[in-house]
């Protein structure tokens, strides 16, 4: 099946950083979403990108499926985006699979 | 109104108790899908209903029973379960069950079976 490798796994970082996580895949998909899991267990659909780049306030989503990875920038990191970034994407099983995350903690 | 709404948000049962976890979605959405997550791992599927059809059993044991009685509302009724079964217990929702589809998550329950 596919696999999905997420990096960096974990990432502290000061208030006001910028920050980028990746995201890789093994097989060609035709969609792909970001989550964010806050500390009290919400995941919340950040975005839906299979291609191309989007942008939602502080955080964009870049996409290049012919070189099957993606790319979520925070910038201005603050205090609550602290918690864990999954990217996931479908398998020929027809599953959604998800990375292992990456967690993030940015410290005031 | 993007909300799935899971009730409890917290749950503490015993190995002989029986006890149910609900969800409710008003987006309109055809697909219901139940998760499970342990502490610092990913969501894994357990339960996907479409149309209000079971479709996809991720070989979950018997100890867990779905029950989608109409396309906003999902049920995992629970039974005899171990102290392994402890986890976060996800339900999210897509359209009709593509998996092209954006998923939405409730906020989960937090079983601890003692």
């Known amino acids: 099946g596919i696999q999905v490798e997420q990096s960096p796994p974990d990432l502290i970082l000061q208030e006001g950083a910028n920050s980028t996580l990746r995201c890789n895949f093994s097989d060609s998909v035709n969609n792909l979403q970001w989550f964010h899991q806050n500390p009290w267990g919400q995941l919340i659909n950040l975005f839906y990108?299979?291609?191309g780049t989007k942008q939602n306030g502080r955080l964009s989503a870049t996409t290049v499926a012919t070189e099957r990875y993606s790319l979520l920038y925070i910038s201005s990191s603050q205090t609550t985006d602290s918690g864990v970034y999954f990217c996931a994407v479908p398998n020929r099983d027809d599953k959604i699979i998800f990375g292992k995350g990456t967690r993030l903690h940015i410290l005031p | 109104d993007t909300e799935v709404t899971q009730t409890p948000k917290h749950l503490v049962m015993g190995m002989t108790n029986k006890k149910s976890l609900k969800c409710e979605q008003h987006m309109g959405h055809r697909a219901m899908y139940w998760y499970k997550q342990k502490a610092k791992k990913p969501p894994e599927l357990m339960f996907v209903y479409s149309y209000e059809k079971l479709s996809i059993n991720e070989s979950v044991p018997s100890r867990f029973s779905p029950e989608c009685p109409n396309s906003s509302l999902l049920n995992l009724h629970l039974h005899a379960l171990q102290p392994e079964d402890s986890a976060l217990y996800l339900c999210?929702?897509?359209?009709?069950?593509?998996?092209?589809?954006?998923?939405?998550f409730g906020s989960g329950t937090q079983l601890s079976v003692l």
């Open positions: 999210a929702s897509s359209l009709e069950g593509w998996l092209n589809e954006k998923l939405f």
């Open positions: 990108i299979p291609s």
